[in-house]
């Protein structure tokens, strides 16, 4: 047996040795000095979870993301059905989030829970933070969940990172077109899958339903075309072009939905108002942005390299992010602003002290490499299986799968490409982490229950898991474009 697998089963056992006592250490049954240690245990025992579950996907090479979902979905289901404090109210959400808001409000927690979590899901939590522990479980669940929103901030400033305004402007329109239609598309044919699916569902919930099918994550794709060498190729230029437009009239399309679902109607002078303030939002930082980060780099001009683009980073990103929400759009537009924003050149004038400087990229990296997995983890964790007992769902999981397929394969003949329009409009079809964030944000918001939750997760996961070979199989195929 070659030793380097050998090495990697033992070490498979021994994490998977380890599951039951860390599984018993999370249920809180051991007092602590230090009221943080409870939390550093429970946000420790998410990353393992994570640790493994991308372990797995490397090893059948699926995407990291995929791996931490599963893994969460199963953790998440398998522990709850042995009533573990922890998983059964990470199941719940950003509802431990308004639990915790509500008894701060001064509501007793019976209220403050039921407000939050519901009447059907009540029981269970109030059990668990009447306990003796609930105090707590309630404290790691909080702090799980604020991990988890900023692993999305620094997934989104890195998605931004990847992109650049001079690219958005190179861009043909060729990939204008195929972002175009594969926002749309999808869109629409959500909005009316989920009216006629679903019984008396509010149209705020298929107006999100059918942002959630407009996303893409097409990094997935880009891995493909770079185990095929076709990186450099026109498809490639035409998938990726696409997908930076698609990020920003994504990102705009759930600011419209939000600020729909937060006014309560649809009203075209409440829609027209979002429509200007993101865009001026988009407008005025790119403008201003570079100012700013000019004039903080200056006050940081006698730290070292790595010192400033650390700060000067996690202060802008950070600084748009809380801008954003304050326009009244998600924090994440914000995030993947500042990403489009920073760029490396305004730390010229210390790179001859280096003779190969760490890009902000390689900086920030780290904090995306530990915070990101709690997202998808919980995000698994929230996936609540015995909802797809219910005919209704695996109904509305089909079809809301063969929307986010057909939308996005018809967006593929937006290109000029004779033979190859298949392959880019299954280079959009993945999900992905996009997806997942949409989602998050619809349960945040209150418009999906748990069932279209787990409807729209199944629909990522399938996405996701076939459009790697399918991509594969039609580039093989095609000719070139001509």
Same mark, same amino acid.
């Given at each position: 047996?070659?030793?380097?697998?050998?090495?990697?089963?033992?070490?498979?056992?021994?994490? *998977?040795?380890?599951?039951?006592?860390?599984?018993?250490?999370?249920?809180?049954?051991?007092?602590?000095?230090?009221?943080?240690?409870?939390?550093?245990?429970?946000?420790?025992?998410?990353?393992?979870?994570?640790?493994?579950?991308?372990?797995?996907?490397?090893?059948?090479?699926?995407?990291?993301?995929?791996?931490? %979902?599963?893994? +969460?979905?199963?953790?998440?289901?398998?522990?709850?059905?042995?009533?573990?404090?922890?998983?059964?109210?990470?199941?719940?959400?950003?509802?431990?989030?308004?639990?915790?808001?509500?008894?701060?409000?001064?509501?007793?927690?019976?209220?403050?829970?039921?407000?939050?979590?519901?009447?059907?899901?009540?029981?269970?939590?109030?059990?668990?933070?009447?306990?003796?522990?609930?105090?707590?479980?309630?404290?790691?669940?909080?702090?799980?969940?604020? @991990?988890?929103?900023?692993?999305?901030?620094?997934?989104? @400033?890195?998605?931004?990172?990847?992109?650049?305004?001079?690219?958005?402007?190179?861009?043909?329109?060729?990939?204008?077109?195929?972002?175009?239609?594969?926002?749309?598309?999808?869109?629409?044919?959500?909005?009316?899958?989920?009216?006629?699916?679903?019984?008396?569902?509010?149209?705020?919930?298929?107006?999100?339903?059918?942002?959630?099918?407009?996303?893409?994550?097409? +990094?997935?794709?880009?891995?493909?075309?770079?185990?095929?060498?076709?990186?450099?190729?026109?498809?490639?230029?035409?998938?990726?072009?696409?997908?930076?437009?698609?990020?920003?009239? +994504?990102?705009?399309?759930?600011?419209?939905?939000?600020?729909?679902?937060?006014?309560?109607?649809?009203?075209?002078?409440?829609?027209?108002?979002?429509?200007?303030?993101?865009?001026?939002?988009?407008?005025?930082?790119?403008?201003?942005?570079?100012?700013?980060?000019?004039?903080?780099?200056?006050?940081?001009?006698?730290?070292? *390299?790595?010192?400033?683009?650390?700060?000067?980073?996690?202060?802008?990103?950070?600084?748009?992010?809380?801008?954003?929400?304050?326009?009244?759009?998600?924090?994440?537009?914000?995030?993947?602003?500042?990403?489009?924003?920073?760029?490396?050149?305004?730390?010229?004038?210390?790179?001859?002290?280096?003779?190969?400087?760490?890009?902000?990229?390689?900086?920030?990296?780290?904090?995306?490499?530990?915070?990101?997995?709690?997202?998808?983890?919980?995000?698994?964790?929230?996936?609540?299986?015995?909802?797809?007992?219910?005919?209704?769902?695996?109904? %509305?999981?089909?079809?809301?799968?063969?929307?986010?397929?057909?939308?996005?394969?018809?967006?593929?003949?937006?290109?000029?490409?004779?033979?190859?329009?298949?392959?880019?409009?299954?280079?959009?079809?993945?999900?992905?982490?996009?997806?997942?964030?949409?989602?998050?944000?619809?349960?945040?918001?209150?418009?999906?229950?748990?069932?279209?939750?787990?409807?729209?997760?199944?629909?990522?996961?399938?996405?996701?898991?076939?459009?790697?070979?399918?991509?594969?199989?039609?580039?093989?195929?095609?000719?070139?474009?001509?």
């Amino acid at each position: 047996m070659d030793t380097r697998l050998k090495y990697q089963r033992i070490f498979i056992l021994l994490l *998977l040795s380890l599951l039951p006592s860390l599984a018993s250490a999370v249920q809180f049954h051991v007092s602590h000095s230090d009221p943080i240690a409870p939390v550093i245990l429970g946000v420790t025992s998410i990353l393992f979870v994570a640790l493994l579950g991308r372990f797995a996907a490397r090893k059948f090479g699926l995407p990291s993301v995929l791996g931490e %979902l599963l893994m +969460g979905i199963l953790i998440g289901n398998i522990a709850f059905y042995y009533h573990f404090d922890l998983i059964t109210v990470l199941r719940e959400g950003s509802a431990i989030f308004e639990t915790t808001g509500n008894l701060l409000r001064g509501d007793n927690l019976e209220l403050a829970c039921l407000n939050a979590v519901g009447v059907s899901c009540a029981m269970p939590v109030l059990d668990i933070l009447r306990g003796p522990h609930g105090n707590e479980v309630l404290q790691v669940a909080h702090a799980v969940d604020v @991990f988890s929103r900023y692993g999305v901030i620094f997934l989104l @400033f890195l998605v931004g990172l990847e992109t650049s305004v001079s690219e958005m402007r190179k861009v043909g329109p060729d990939s204008s077109r195929v972002a175009v239609i594969g926002v749309l598309l999808p869109f629409f044919l959500g909005l009316v899958v989920s009216m006629l699916l679903v019984k008396n569902i509010e149209f705020h919930t298929s107006l999100f339903l059918g942002a959630t099918l407009a996303a893409t994550s097409v +990094g997935i794709s880009a891995m493909v075309l770079q185990e095929m060498k076709m990186e450099n190729s026109e498809i490639a230029r035409i998938i990726l072009g696409a997908a930076v437009i698609d990020d920003v009239l +994504g990102l705009l399309m759930l600011a419209i939905v939000s600020g729909i679902v937060v006014t309560g109607s649809v009203d075209l002078v409440n829609i027209a108002f979002t429509i200007v303030t993101a865009c001026l939002f988009l407008v005025i930082a790119i403008m201003a942005g570079p100012h700013f980060i000019r004039f903080v780099v200056k006050l940081f001009n006698r730290l070292d *390299l790595v010192e400033a683009k650390m700060f000067v980073s996690y202060l802008f990103v950070m600084l748009l992010a809380w801008m954003a929400n304050l326009s009244g759009l998600a924090t994440i537009i914000g995030a993947f602003t500042a990403g489009l924003i920073l760029q490396d050149t305004y730390f010229d004038h210390w790179n001859h002290k280096f003779k190969t400087p760490l890009s902000v990229k390689d900086l920030i990296m780290p904090l995306e490499v530990i915070l990101v997995p709690i997202f998808f983890v919980l995000m698994g964790i929230q996936v609540k299986l015995e909802t797809f007992l219910q005919p209704d769902v695996i109904l %509305l999981a089909s079809g809301l799968l063969v929307a986010a397929i057909v939308g996005k394969v018809v967006a593929g003949y937006g290109a000029r490409c004779i033979n190859n329009r298949l392959a880019i409009g299954i280079g959009m079809m993945p999900r992905g982490e996009v997806g997942l964030i949409f989602a998050s944000m619809g349960k945040t918001l209150g418009v999906m229950s748990d069932a279209l939750f787990s409807a729209v997760v199944l629909m990522v996961i399938v996405t996701t898991l076939i459009s790697p070979p399918l991509l594969k199989m039609t580039l093989k195929n095609a000719a070139s474009c001509r």
